[in-house]
């Protein structure tokens, strides 16, 4: 198959660890962190392993999903005092918010920003049965905002067809060079596509040129797809925002634990995780000290 994406060198990853989500929390797995302080130690451990960048999802005192930006200020400056790992903040927020207040953590200069590619029908949590709504016009209003905050969007594909969205958007040059995409099969949500690897050589036949991808599975398929990822040329994530599971039957301890099993897989493979400053080199990123 012709490659057109960029692949990563073959000795080298890029390791992303979602911590935290909207949909899962400590009545799930009591390690699951929620709160800054917690976020921020949970993020150094994983930086420790050998991650180069926290996707970041924040909350209200009280739990409840938020967008507040000095919220996300205050998660970034702990993490910042601790390492310099590059800061994604999730624009997906939580079935609470409003599309204005997905994107109010872009206020919090985050490094990047996730930029969910489509809309998709929620079939779990509180809200199942309403939409998750990422439009064509609420995209757009997205990019917008982060090119106004000099934020790379990190988008977000979980099915074929967002791929067609995601060039769509690249065409109107809305979107710096390289581009990044996480690749997403096995999100439970309708619409979705489901975890089947034979799916991965699917997306990658439709990504743009001149994207990095990493892969995310959700669920138990975190760990063969992730690999699978990283022998196609791409990146990964892991972390508790998508799989609470270490294997059947047992919690994950931490996100670290997560890190580095991937870290183990992939040093198996012949290759090393970049570090943060690495990482923002692959990515355009600039330098941070
Ligand atoms: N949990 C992922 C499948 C976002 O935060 O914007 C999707 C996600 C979206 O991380
Ligand atoms: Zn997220």
């Not at 709160?35 to 960048?53: K, L, R, T, V, W």
């Not at 994604?88 to 918010?97: E, F, Y």
């Not at 999100?187 to 596509?193: C, D, I, S, T, V």
């Not at 040129?209 to 994530?237: C, D, H, P, W």
């Amino acid at each position: 198959m012709a490659i057109s994406y960029l692949s990563m060198p073959e000795d080298k990853v890029i390791i992303t660890v979602a911590q935290t989500g909207a949909l899962v929390n400590k009545k799930l797995n009591p390690n699951v962190p929620e709160q800054p302080a917690e976020i921020a130690q949970s993020a150094f451990d994983c930086f420790n392993e050998g991650a180069a960048i926290v996707h970041i999802h924040a909350r209200n005192p009280d739990g409840s999903t938020t967008g507040s930006a000095e919220i996300f200020a205050d998660i970034h400056a702990r993490i910042q005092k601790k390492c310099n790992l590059i800061l994604q903040d999730s624009t997906g927020g939580g079935s609470n918010l409003t599309i204005e207040q997905r994107t109010e953590c872009l206020e919090a200069r985050p490094e990047m920003a996730s930029l969910n590619m489509g809309t998709l029908i929620r079939t779990i949590g509180d809200a199942a049965g309403t939409p998750f709504s990422n439009t064509r016009a609420e995209i757009e209003r997205f990019v917008t905002r982060m090119n106004r905050f000099n934020v790379k969007p990190e988008m977000e594909i979980y099915n074929v067809t967002m791929l067609q969205e995601a060039n769509l958007l690249l065409q109107k040059k809305l979107i710096q060079k390289p581009f990044s995409l996480t690749l997403i099969l096995g999100m439970a949500y309708q619409g979705a596509q489901e975890a089947d690897p034979m799916f991965l050589p699917t997306y990658l036949q439709y990504i743009p040129e001149e994207a990095y991808f990493s892969v995310l599975g959700v669920g138990k398929a975190q760990t063969n797809l992730g690999s699978m990822g990283m022998i196609l040329g791409g990146n990964v994530r892991v972390g508790m925002e998508d799989n609470i599971y270490y294997k059947r039957g047992e919690l994950a301890k931490s996100n670290a634990q997560l890190v580095a099993r991937m870290v183990r897989i992939a040093r198996e493979l012949g290759k090393e995780p970049c570090s943060p400053y690495e990482a923002r080199q692959f990515l355009g990123l600039r330098p941070v000290d």
